[in-house]
């Protein structure tokens, strides 16, 4: 069975600081990863995709199938970054498997 | 955001009570999905639906029941609420997935249940 594991709950850095939060699976297959973001008061909307390479908001993923592990990353964070981010897999199908999700605190 | 919606976006039952939570979509898309979100199990999901009638269990489909009589609307029930079914609920849709590729999934606002 396929798992997402994100082994930080809480994750606080400053402003302009790196941020770099983690992102292992477990899966036989080849997978899809996606992030997805819930800022407060707002829907969990997607963030990215590891299929489209993109660097969303300044983010970036990459996937690492030999450590199984697709980790979320941004070089300088912004105070507008803080928010509930979850990693996914999915086996090419639609379902999703959801990761227990890491809050991301920018401080000033 | 995608219309998608979700009712009632709060409620307070008691043990034992049946609960039934809406999930509307006008997006035409076919597949609808029910997720429970709690600390540290991010989200779970409950149970989806791939058409008209056509639904399946997913992770945590103990105590719910789900009904999709049109395509735009997705139920979620509760036969008998217990607290440990204390939660956000979000529903999602997705188009059907193509050539391999899984489309994104939408989200409602979310639906904060509590069972006393």
């Known amino acids: 069975a396929q798992r997402v594991t994100q082994p930080e709950k809480l994750l606080s850095v400053f402003k302009g600081a790196p941020v770099e939060l983690k992102c292992n699976y477990s899966y036989s297959g080849s997978p899809e990863l996606f992030w997805y973001v819930q800022y407060s008061r707002q829907r969990l909307q997607l963030l990215l995709r590891?299929?489209s390479r993109e660097s969303i908001k300044g983010f970036t993923a990459d996937l690492n199938k030999g450590e199984t592990s697709f980790h979320l990353k941004k070089p300088f964070a912004q105070e507008e970054d803080s928010a509930m981010y979850y990693c996914?897999?999915?086996?090419?199908?639609?379902?999703?498997?959801f990761g227990g999700g890491t809050r991301l605190m920018v401080k000033p | 955001d995608a219309g998608i919606t979700q009712s009632p976006r709060h409620k307070v039952t008691e043990t034992g009570t049946p609960v039934t939570l809406r999930c509307h979509q006008t997006e035409n898309h076919r597949y609808m999905y029910w997720y429970r979100q709690d600390p540290g199990h991010g989200l779970r999901l409950i149970h989806y639906s791939y058409g008209v009638k056509d639904t399946d269990k997913g992770e945590v489909s103990d105590g719910y029941s789900v009904s999709r009589s049109k395509t735009e609307d997705f139920l979620l029930t509760l036969e008998s609420a217990t607290s440990s079914q204390t939660s956000v609920y979000f529903c999602?849709?997705?188009?059907?997935?193509?050539?391999?590729?899984?489309?994104?999934?939408?989200f409602g606002p979310g639906t904060r249940l509590t069972v006393t």
């Open positions: 999602a849709i997705s188009e059907s997935e193509t050539s391999g590729e899984t489309y994104e999934q939408y």
């Open positions: 996914a897999l999915s086996d090419a199908g639609n379902m999703l498997t």
């Open positions: 590891h299929i």
